[in-house]
T-cell receptor
Framework: EVQLVESGGGLLQPGGSLRLSCAAS????????MSWVRQAPGKGLEWVSV???????YYADSVKGRFTISRDNSKNTLYLQMNSLRVEDTAFYYC???WGTGWYYFDCWGQGTLVTVSS | DIQMTQSPSTLSASVGDRVTITCRAS??????LAWYQQKPGKAPKLLIY???SLESGVPSRFSGSGSGTEFTLTISSLQPDDFATYYC?????????FGQGTRVEIK
């Protein structure tokens, strides 16, 4: 069974750093493309970042230069390093598998982890 | 960037109703569109991909159609489990955008 489990969320102050983890089972993260999608409380979905099967990475403009996506093949885990956090980064963060070739959709999602940035 | 606009934002319906949600893209995206269902406190769930392909395990009362810039998600007979928020999604140039969501609530 394909499963994703996020961890690492928490409460922190503006300017702080946090690393989210997403442990995968039932498939290999290095063989697929993986993304982070976030959702501010009561709001819609916002794509954050992707790491493609080949290793290329891309970011939404709102997080570019502050967030870094990576993966550890030996642990079959996806990460999101978040630096210089802002109040507006407060959200549930979901990892998701981006399925397809040339065009991608999210066929599997984790349960989400909450990041709260507040002074 | 391609913008996705859903209508309506909220829809009130009764069990057994036929429900249609519209998603419009700011430029043509062929049939490269997906639909998701999200219930409160849960992760989104894929319903439809490539505009009209039903994801495995999704009930056949869900269907999708459209191409170019206008797409629809139809629930043929609304069931109690279908009260949720629905999002459309497109992918282009290494990024994804979602519609703002349509909340389907009990009338």
């Amino acid at each position: 069974e394909v499963q994703l489990v996020e961890s690492g969320g928490g409460l922190l102050q503006p300017g702080g750093s946090l690393r989210l983890s997403c442990a995968a089972s039932g498939f290999t993260v290095s063989s697929d493309s993986m993304s982070w999608v976030r959702q501010a409380p009561g709001k819609g979905l916002e794509w954050v970042s992707v790491i493609y099967r080949g290793g290329s990475t891309y970011y939404a403009d709102s997080v570019k230069g502050r967030f870094t996506i990576s993966r550890d093949n030996s642990k079959n885990t996806l990460y999101l390093q978040m630096n210089s956090l802002r109040v507006e980064d407060t959200a549930f963060y979901y990892c998701a598998r981006a399925w397809g070739t040339g065009w991608y959709y999210f066929d599997c999602w984790g349960q989400g982890t909450l990041v709260t940035v507040s002074s | 960037d391609i913008q996705m606009t859903q209508s309506p934002s909220t829809l009130s319906a009764s069990v057994g109703d036929r429900v249609t949600i519209t998603c419009r893209a700011s430029q043509t995206i062929s049939n490269w569109l997906a639909w998701y269902q999200q219930k409160p406190g849960k992760a989104p769930k894929l319903l439809i991909y490539k505009a009209s392909s039903l994801e495995s395990g999704v009930p056949s009362r869900f269907s999708g159609s459209g191409s170019g810039t206008e797409f629809t998600l139809t629930i043929s007979s609304l069931q109690p489990d279908d009260f949720a928020t629905y999002y459309c999604q497109q992918y282009n140039s290494y990024s994804w955008t979602f519609g703002q969501g349509t909340r389907v609530e009990i009338k």
